[in-house]
């Protein structure tokens, strides 16, 4: 576009020069470059947040099953103790009822001995 005087220049309507079409290319043109650059460096990082991300879901993948695993054996555990938690309480009671009766067959034993040596004399 040719100014008023002729040249390249193209003037606003005020009447003050703006960049030729050249300027303006060479500056949108350094413009592109520098968002080139930025993108390429957002890729980069875009990307390595990508294999993290992976890497992260990966293990949290292995720690659930991880976990799954140990829920089973302490329910497995778990199990097992209140079982022989009822076979202790059974054998408590079994181990008081014969204590009692161990007691009174030892009693009617050393009864038996003393009325035994009382009568032989």
Request: negative net charge.
């Amino acid at each position: 576009m040719a100014g008023r005087d002729g040249s390249d220049t193209a003037y606003q309507q005020w009447g003050e020069p703006q960049e030729s079409n050249q300027d303006l290319l060479a500056i949108q043109k350094a413009t592109m470059e520098e968002q080139d650059k930025g993108l390429d460096s957002l890729l980069v990082s875009v990307q390595n947040s990508k294999v993290l991300g992976t890497r992260l879901g990966d293990e949290i993948d292995a720690q659930i099953d991880m976990l799954d695993d140990l829920e089973k054996h302490t329910e497995k555990s778990s199990r097992k103790v209140q079982n022989e938690t009822k076979r202790v309480i059974v054998l408590t009671r079994k181990a008081k009822a014969a204590g009692g009766i161990m007691t009174l067959i030892v009693a009617i034993v050393i009864l038996s001995v003393v009325i035994y040596l009382a009568t032989k004399k």
